[in-house]
């Protein structure tokens, strides 16, 4: 016990500031070479424009990936996302041309609140069913992921649905092409609910339990942690993430289609894992989630901007990326 | 059931006629327990007696199949996955109850964290963290993952956990088994203000010196029944291991069997580093027990996971037989004889979801391929031997090994790494977690082994075991070989004085 | 009349067009059906060709006396239609044509025209924008998407049109809106941009507005959707045509086919559709309000 | 403490009963269930013809999944093998077409070897990646699904890989059309290789190995396994399963292209899981497997042959009868 005091906690605190910093540092590093190889690809790469345009239309998948990090933490999947996207927008166009409200404004008021109430219920039956059920969560979502598309497709006959009322749609716009002080909104969007969901995951009492269930739910459960209603919550979180993404997507296009959002849950969950979070869940990296979103929109508009790669080639080379960014990662982080 | 002559006090907890069964196996028999207030109470029995079980049931993390419970003289039912922290009944598990992913902070208030306005005080509770550490003399860092601590240190989270609650009842399941002696004097000492103050403690434990030393009644369970209750000042050591195991015990170590000085020499490890560990040289004769005493955290395990390769070692070279062991390598320790078991039994020992015979055969089961194919004939034979010589007892064959109680999946343990049939044997903490009566077992099996010519390290933290068991000791501190004890010099005054610093050898 | 069945099998509604054949399928279903009251015609869709394979199967398990088709990959499903032709089915294909199309494999084929879809929108071009700098957006690659690559390349063979640049859209509005940003960050003047698709081309023309770019002139889609038709039809700037691609022609191929085996109408061989160049002229003609597509 | 003897053993038996079998037996239960739906909605269905055409089609993605089986109970995970499928049918049709080898039939041996060890080195490459370069498995095999898919765009240049030579079409396709006892030769393939799987899972030692990989890797580490071969060789079975997948594939549509087994890696996780193999590691059911893949392929199938449901829909039913098949699956062995 008689240990002298100096030399041990110096080793200690060398050995923490490794272990944690590297490995949150990490996606960044990643980042940071990408946009070096992306500005030696094409000079027109580093131009604002550019990363604005990258940065602005990974929202979608930032924002969904945001969420998905609260499910993976937790020890979770959730495969629907993409269908989800599809089936809330599809709605929610619905209701404005159904032109229940006559006021633009109020209409457009009353849209935002059914996309986000959808969102949650649809984020609320996957959570139910994962741990009502006791359903492994791949395939409770892997079924609800059917269960949304299908429904859309059906919406939308198999077609498009788009929004009808030119009023609606100019006062929509901006939601997704306007900017404040030179940020685009979808920019500004990503910050906000980052932020809000770094501040949930690691200042309040509900991102220290998501945490703990998904490290251990044995150890949660007998520290009196309501466990399924943590899972639940999280599986919320993520319905309510997919609602604000639709909020984005919606101005966008103003239309959907059965075919929207597809595969958008691989690409959200990729964005999660490159971020630094584990799959095998208790511990979530929100701002390297974003970092991760921003980094696989990156990879395929470095692709595009290159002029020596055979369009046939894209895909393998994308997957190489991905691997050889984890590898950097890795080497990093390893060392400590 | 309360004793004669106390002034009647109303017992704060106390069950009355529980059994338990899980599922058709009876584990508990009508058994009577009450805790008085301010008082520390001891739990023994043998392994598998039901002691885990019945602290669970008075803390609310099982429900009794029968029987009730009293709260301060009136009936309850006690809220499940410990709620019943809310009433002041606090579990140390015996098994850690500790997410990895957390830190230590973050471990301590799981499930109760402070908040101002919503948002975690993250500020106060370190600050508690640390106090409740300090009081415990633990130099634990409040900022370290649960994943990164030795198995010692989990062990003191846990205390710190529970003795950080404002509890009425402790229970501590077996809290000192990974202890050292003086992290346990300081537990102890803690617990004795706390008693002062009024908190009631039950005390499960196999280390029948503290019983005498800490609590102040004792109860014995057997085979899941109440066999006595009484003050511990009535009591010795002796008469308690005799009321556990219900027959009488010979004495508890074998006569030392000692090498010749000549024979061969089987192991040699020299000049051995690892990124904790420096400069560890030791030999190892045919025959020989050899012991590693020392602190929790004095690298003892580190250096075995390294001799075996389990670990990268960052210099150094062990020879076994006189051939060089590559470094990293533990399977090919594994095929030149030498087996290394590990002291983390649930994490790094045995497969919790499988069954027994799983377990048993995991490591050696190319003794029981038949043309390429396995032979479950074979591996049940090996089992039944398994259960005989080690005396494994289960009360459902079929039973996951998760659910065994402790001491039986330590000799699991044991009786899966001996199924490789090694000729020199690392054991780390061997006897932890099991009953006198199983241990006295284990020391004569240990000796038998060296008998038949095989070498055995035995790493531990329990001073007599060393003592009892091994021709010579090596004691280590912080990273360093210290001292190697031959003969007369073996004895606690001696092992104690390397391990503090008093002492050291100028040639290890 | 006589009990008859016909068996419908085409692609699931995975993008635009393909809802457009589902709609007309079944809008031709129910014509045929209350047309000849003995006839039950049962219209199954499938994502892909080894799914296509299995509804073939079952549909012949049902007991069917024609089928008619609409490959989601030709070839993959030759074996399949053989397999079903063999027991002495009338078989109608449609569109999408094996690379051995003979009276072995089926007895009607109706063709669209992709070759042709490409290479109206290439003549296009090159007659209202000779010196055009091109940027293409393919769809998915597979066949199809080849042979409109082919039949636009052979339009512009030995002109001043310059393809800049091809990249796949996945005939997907998102992925199209993508790829449009990056062309405008790489090329400074893009004149004109073929996407061969209608959903496509409304993710190309945002990313254009986005950009506020002036430099490209129009943009040149396919297949003829409502919406895009309407652009034409109201004379929209940026979409002065569209090439048609009409999703109705399975209706075509089963009003044949019902001919065929009710009227004992000697229907066998080709016929091929035209890949009409709408506009503002025409585009009237083309306009379906009520359809998906 | 005065129980009486004798209803204990009784009990026992009970309880042991439903805790082994029923697990064992859900899948088989489902599909029995499936099987009544199916003969009510269209009497055709529970013909041979049917029932044999179905187990047949079922061939790909049962053999795929036996070999998902392996992987996902050593704790691991592999996205890639629908682009595996593509990427080997390209290579082993190539092959073919170029005539190296004058011979029909030593062409087709040589083909048929070839795909093999294509197979087994992408499977290789698969493990490598993973254990060697410690990158998550799911990360992993999403990367060389990109590669593998993008390689099969570029070989095929975005269009349709066929068969060229009749010889060798009319002499392979047997293969898959044949049948050997009036068994049709997929069947038969399926229950051989099941069968080899069940061998090698249950009764070698690297069976064990597996699942102690699976369900504990320092258990596994500690007790001397070699974790990391455990699990490449995993992969490589994986890689292997899917040659044999492919040898059956060619010779049913004589060509592939860059869209061949899309999401095939999907429902062969699926049938995995409704077969009773837990997602994260340790036993694994070779036989619920196939099981598995059967529900699935019949779920496809009595939606096709009833003829009132819209097409628009099928994927919401097919979603909700997999979830479906779970809570049937799940309620059953709860009550143990
Ligand atoms: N969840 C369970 N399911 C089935 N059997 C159980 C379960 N928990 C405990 N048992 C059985 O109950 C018996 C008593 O176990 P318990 O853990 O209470 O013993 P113990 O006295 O604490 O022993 P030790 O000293 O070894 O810790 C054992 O035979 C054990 O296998
Ligand atoms: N002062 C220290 N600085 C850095 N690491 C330390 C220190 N003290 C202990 N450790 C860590 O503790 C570990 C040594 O514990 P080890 O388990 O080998 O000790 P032990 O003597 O076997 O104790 P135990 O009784 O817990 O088994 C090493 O992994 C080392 O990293
Ligand atoms: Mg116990
Ligand atoms: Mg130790």
């Known amino acids: 016990m008689s240990v002298n005091g100096s030399p041990e906690p110096q080793v200690q605190r060398h050995r923490l500031w490794r272990d944690v910093d590297l490995r949150a540092v990490a996606p960044f590093a990643a980042l940071a070479l990408l946009l070096v190889i992306g500005a030696l690809v094409n000079p027109n790469f580093i131009g604002l424009t550019n990363l604005a345009n990258v940065a602005t239309r990974s929202a979608f998948i930032a924002i969904i990936a945001v969420g998905a990090t609260f499910v993976i933490s937790s020890g979770d999947l959730d495969l629907s996302v993409g269908s989800m996207v599809a089936f809330v927008a599809s709605l929610m166009i619905l209701f404005m041309n159904s032109g229940a409200i006559a006021d633009p404004s109020l209409m457009l008021t009353a849209a935002v609140v059914l996309a986000v109430v959808i969102g949650g219920a649809c984020g609320l039956a996957n959570g139910l069913i994962t741990t009502v059920g006791r359903i492994e969560p791949f395939i409770a979502t892997l079924g609800t992921m059917g269960i949304y598309r299908g429904l859309t497709t059906w919406l939308s006959q198999g077609g498009a649905i788009t929004l009808s009322s030119p009023d609606l749609q100019t006062l929509y716009r901006p939601a997704y092409f306007g900017s404040v002080l030179g940020l685009p909104v979808p920019i500004l969007v990503i910050l906000i609910v980052t932020a809000i969901a770094a501040f949930i995951l690691y200042r309040t009492r509900y991102g220290r339990h998501v945490v ?39 101005p966008r296009l103003g239309s959907t289609s059965a075919t929207t959002g597809i595969l958008w849950e691989l690409q959200a969950i990729t964005a999660v894992v490159v971020g630094g979070t584990a799959l095998k869940g208790g511990a979530g990296r929100v701002w390297g989630t974003i970092c991760g979103a921003f980094i696989l929109e990156l990879v395929g508009n470095i692709m595009l901007l290159s002029n020596f790669i055979s369009e046939y080639l894209i895909g393998a080379i994308q997957g190489s990326i991905i691997i050889i960014a984890m590898l950097v990662q890795r080497s990093l982080t390893r060392r400590s | 059931m309360t004793l004669g002559g106390d002034a009647p006090r109303t017992a704060v907890l106390a069950a009355e006629r529980i059994s338990k069964s899980f599922g058709e196996v009876q584990v508990l028999f009508s058994v009577d327990f009450d805790v008085l207030p301010g008082e520390v109470h001891a739990l023994v029995g043998e392994n598998g007696a039901g002691k885990s079980t019945l602290v669970k049931i008075l803390s609310g993390f099982e429900n009794p199949t029968s029987g009730r419970l009293l709260l301060d003289g009136q009936p309850v039912t006690l809220p499940a996955n410990g709620a019943a922290e809310a009433l002041g009944i606090v579990l140390i598990h015996q098994e850690f109850n500790l997410a990895e992913n957390l830190t230590v902070t973050e471990s301590l208030y799981l499930g109760r964290e402070v908040t101002r306005f919503g948002v975690l005080d993250r500020r106060f509770m370190r600050a508690e963290t640390r106090r409740v550490l300090d009081q415990l003399g633990s130099h634990i860092d409040e900022d370290a993952l649960i ?73 014995v369970l057997r085979d899941g029944q109440w066999i006595k209750t009484a003050p511990t000042s009535l009591l010795d050591g002796e008469a308690i291991a005799q009321l ?78 006189g051939q060089v062991l590559p470094p990293g390598d533990f399977r090919e320790a594994n095929r030149r004889g030498l087996a290394y078991m590990t002291k983390d039994r649930k994490g790094k020992g045995l497969l919790l979801g499988e069954g027994m015979t799983a377990n048993l055969t995991l490591q050696s089961i190319e003794r029981h391929v038949r043309h390429g194919y396995l032979d479950p004939a074979s591996e049940a034979n090996a089992m039944a031997r398994a259960k005989r010589r080690f005396d494994i007892r289960v009360r459902d064959e079929k039973v996951r090994v998760g659910r065994m109680s402790g001491g039986n999946q330590q000799k699991l343990l044991l009786a899966k790494i001996m199924e490789t049939e090694p000729e020199i044997i690392i054991i780390d903490e061997p006897t932890r977690g099991i009953d006198v009566g199983t241990k006295q077992q284990i020391y004569h099996f240990i000796a038998a082994l060296a008998r038949e010519g095989r070498s055995i390290i035995v790493v531990s933290s329990e001073m007599p075991e060393v003592i009892g068991l091994c021709t010579r000791v090596a004691v280590m501190r912080e990273g360093r070989m210290v001292g190697m004890l031959e003969g007369e010099e073996i004895s606690e005054q001696m092992i104690m004085r390397y391990a503090a610093g008093l002492r050291r050898q100028a040639s290890a | 009349q006589e009990e008859k069945t016909i068996g419908v099998s085409i692609p699931a509604a995975d993008h635009g067009w393909t809802a457009g054949v589902v709609y007309h399928a079944n809008r031709v279903a129910e014509l045929l059906m209350k047309e000849h009251p003995g006839l039950k015609v049962v219209v199954k869709t499938s994502p892909d060709p080894a799914t296509q394979a299995n509804a073939l199967q079952d549909l012949e398990v049902q007991g069917i006396d024609a089928l008619v088709i609409l490959p989601t990959d030709p070839d993959p499903l030759v074996n399949a239609i053989k397999e079903v032709k063999g027991k002495g089915t009338f078989v109608s294909i449609v569109d999408r044509a094996p ?7 089926r007895d009607l084929y109706v063709a669209g025209n992709n070759p042709a879809l490409g290479e109206v929108a290439g003549q296009y071009i090159k007659e209202n924008t000779p010196d055009a700098e091109v940027v293409v957006i393919r769809g998915l690659p597979i ?59 409304v993710g190309v023309l945002q990313a254009i507005e986005q950009a506020k770019r002036t430099d490209i002139k129009y943009v040149v889609g396919g297949a003829g959707s409502k919406d895009m038709i309407k652009k034409v039809m109201d004379g929209d700037k940026m979409i002065p045509v569209d090439v048609l691609y009409p999703p109705s022609m399975v209706g075509t191929a089963m009003e044949l086919t019902a001919a065929a085996i009710y009227d004992q109408v000697p229907v066998h061989g080709t016929y091929t559709l035209d890949a009409t160049l709408v506009t503002k002229d025409n585009a009237q003609n083309y306009y379906f309000p009520d359809s998906p597509f």
Not at chain 2, 260 to 273: F, H, P, T, Y
């Open chain 1, 212 to 250: 703990a269930v998904g490290s251990n739910r044995d150890v949660a459960r007998y520290s009196g942690i309501a466990v399924d209603r943590v899972r639940t919550i999280a599986f919320v979180i993520q319905g309510l993430c997919v609602a604000i993404a639709v909020l984005l997507y919606v």
């Open chain 2, 244 to 321: 556990m195991v219900g027959r009488e015990l010979s004495s508890l170590y074998p006569t030392k069997h000692e090498p010749n000085v000549d024979e061969e020499v089987v192991m040699s490890v020299a000049g051995l580093s690892t990124g904790y560990v420096r400069d560890a040289s030791f030999e190892l004769r045919k025959g020989e027990v050899l012991g590693f005493s020392g602190l929790i955290g004095s690298g003892r395990s580190e250096l075995m996971e390294a001799v075996a390769g389990l670990r990268p070692r960052l210099a150094g070279e062990v020879r076994v037989k």
């Open chain 3, 99 to 105: 690379s051995v199309n003979d009276s072995t494999v």
């Open chain 2, 147 to 219: 994943s990164s601590l030795a198995v010692a240190d989990k062990q003191m989270v846990e205390i710190a956990k529970a003795i950080s609650r404002d509890a009425r009842v402790v229970f501590m399941d077996e809290p000192t088994a990974v202890l050292s002696r003086e992290e346990t004097d300081i537990l102890f000492d803690q617990v004795r203000k706390l008693r002062d103050a009024g908190t009631s403690f039950v005390f499960v434990s196999h280390k029948l010196d503290e019983v005498m030393e800490l609590t102040d009644r004792v109860t």
């Open chain 3, 143 to 201: 066949p199809i998407d080849q042979q409109r690559q082919d039949g636009f390349d052979k339009a512009i063979a030995g002109s001043n049109v310059k393809v800049l640049d091809r990249q796949f859209g996945n005939w997907n509005r998102d992925d199209a809106f993508k790829v449009m940003q990056d062309y405008l960050t790489k090329y400074q003047k893009i004149d004109v941009v073929w996407c061969q698709d209608d959903d496509m081309a």
